[in-house]
């Protein structure tokens, strides 16, 4: 059965740096997302991408965040300038077709960040 | 500000017993709804999902939906200790000029399932 990847499993890094976070979706699947969990909270909705392009974005996706499609299969999230609350699990998921209210999304494993 | 409420648990069922997870909506015109099961550690995986009014079932689970009382819940028949796990109710809200559909979770109810 066909799956949504992410690497890296756990990533640490120092402050003030860069990550970039890597998700390969589900091959026939056209939309993509990234969400972040919180240890103990709520999966939170971050950004959807569709066609190349940031279709919407929650208030949490600031300027310090990026997304890009860089090939045809990666889907990646940058954080440029790492803070501590950015410490978080990451998941991507994928999804057919987006646009249509019975889509169902599918998680990868997700990224765990911590930022030291 | 949509949100997506669950009784956060922990709730405790004996093996075999049916385990009741409830989930309220605050945006009235949600669309569709969907409940994932998620393992201390691990990520959502999609159990079911329901988009009309009244039950649907899937082997042990049956997700019920009323709409006017903005309320889902998930019924879990013959509860296994492979079971326990924490149950996140999800939403779709109402899309907003093109965008595509976004998930609103809840928080998650944590299910124990005593063998």
């Known amino acids: 059965e066909p799956e949504v990847t992410q690497t890296p499993s756990h990533q640490v890094t120092q402050m003030g740096q860069e990550v970039i976070l890597r998700c390969v979706p589900i091959s026939n699947h056209l939309y993509f997302y990234w969400y972040r969990q919180i240890l103990g909270q709520k999966v939170e909705f971050l950004v959807s991408?569709?066609?190349?392009?940031?279709?919407?974005k929650s208030e949490i996706f600031d300027d310090q965040f990026s997304v890009e499609r860089p090939d045809g299969s990666n889907f990646t999230l940058k954080i440029r300038s790492t803070k501590l609350e950015d410490s978080a699990m990451y998941f991507c998921?994928?999804?057919?077709?987006?646009?249509?209210?019975?889509?169902?999304?599918?998680f990868g494993p997700g990224t765990r960040l911590t930022v030291l | 500000q949509k949100e997506v409420e669950q009784n956060s648990g922990p709730l405790s069922v004996p093996e075999g017993a049916i385990a009741s997870l409830n989930c309220t909506y605050s945006d009235r015109v949600s669309q569709s709804f969907f409940w994932y099961r998620q393992y201390s550690g691990k990520s959502p995986e999609l159990i079911m999902s329901i988009y009309s009014n009244g039950d649907k079932e899937d082997g042990r689970f049956t997700a019920q939906l009323n709409k006017a009382s903005q309320y889902v819940s998930l019924l879990i028949r013959d509860s296994q200790p492979s079971d326990s796990a924490t149950y996140l109710c999800?939403?779709?809200?109402?899309?907003?000029?093109?965008?595509?559909?976004?998930?609103?979770f809840g928080k998650g109810t944590l299910l124990t399932v005593n063998p």
């Open positions: 998921a994928s999804s057919v077709n987006g646009g249509t209210p019975t889509d169902t999304q599918y």
């Open positions: 991408f569709y066609n190349n392009e940031i279709s919407e």
């Open positions: 999800a939403v779709n809200p109402v899309r907003s000029g093109g965008s595509n559909y976004k998930l609103t």
